[in-house]
């Protein structure tokens, strides 16, 4: 079957570093999408990767590895306001369809 | 750009009644998704319609259905209402459905509850 882990919650630090973990096992690959969803908000678009490496936009980084199912989305000098939900979501081969993670909670404290 | 609308916002139905949600996507996109969300659940897709066509479906019974129309825009409806079918529905349009770069844009979601 097809499958995207995340850690449920974190908690971090205002000022700190924080990285969310993104595990996925999917038939097929076409590029790895991470998304941020604020309470009683829609998701917004934070970053795609669909080739190995490191890809950084600002205070967030996301870093894939498809040799290793694996993605993290890397948030630093961490504020108030990134206190979300993260949303990992993989497109295989199926359709185009996207699969998504259950999210990741993260609570910002000061 | 106006982004992607939904209405209503807030509903509350109760067990056995049928609901329509609506979806008006983003002007251009041609691709929309529905998704239903639950706590500790994620994002479930429920299916996605281009061009008037249903494309992909997800693993949700007959009771959820959709629609949509010559403009794009999207309506999808539950039959027979369920307690476990109390959740935030969410639309994502998308200018297209075949490329792999194809960010999808929310809209705020659809709060049902059943009682």
């Known amino acids: 079957g097809q499958n995207i882990d995340q850690p449920t919650e974190m908690t971090a630090t205002e000022g700190a570093i924080v990285q969310i973990n993104c595990t996925y096992q999917?038939?097929?690959?076409?590029?790895l999408f991470w998304y941020q969803q604020h309470a009683g908000e829609a998701p917004t678009f934070l970053s795609y990767n669909v080739l190995d490496g490191l890809e950084e936009k600002g205070r967030f980084s996301s870093f894939l590895s498809r040799s290793k199912g694996y993605s993290y989305l890397l948030l630093k000098e961490l504020q108030m306001k990134d206190s979300a939900s993260y949303l990992c979501?993989?497109?295989?081969?199926?359709?185009?369809?996207?699969?998504w993670g259950a999210g990741t909670k993260l609570i910002i404290k000061p | 750009k106006a982004g992607v609308t939904q209405t209503p916002r807030y509903l509350i139905k109760t067990r056995g009644q049928q609901v329509t949600l609506s979806c008006s996507p983003i002007?251009?996109?041609?691709?929309v998704s529905w998704y239903q969300q639950t706590p500790g659940q994620g994002l479930q897709f429920l299916f996605e319609?281009?061009?008037?066509?249903?494309?992909n479906k997800g693993n949700f019974p007959g009771r959820f259905s959709g629609r949509q129309f010559s403009n794009s825009r999207s309506e999808m409806n539950v039959s027979t209402l369920e307690l476990g079918d109390s959740a935030l529905y969410l639309c994502?349009?998308?200018?297209?459905?075949?490329?792999?770069?194809?960010?999808?844009?929310f809209g705020p979601g659809t709060r049902l509850t059943v009682l």
């Open positions: 002007s251009g996109h041609r691709s």
């Open positions: 319609y281009f061009s008037e066509t249903q494309r």
């Open positions: 994502a349009s998308s200018l297209s459905r075949t490329e792999l770069y194809n960010e999808q844009f």
């Open positions: 999917t038939s097929g690959f076409n590029g």
């Open positions: 979501a993989v497109r295989g081969n199926s359709n185009y369809q996207l699969i």
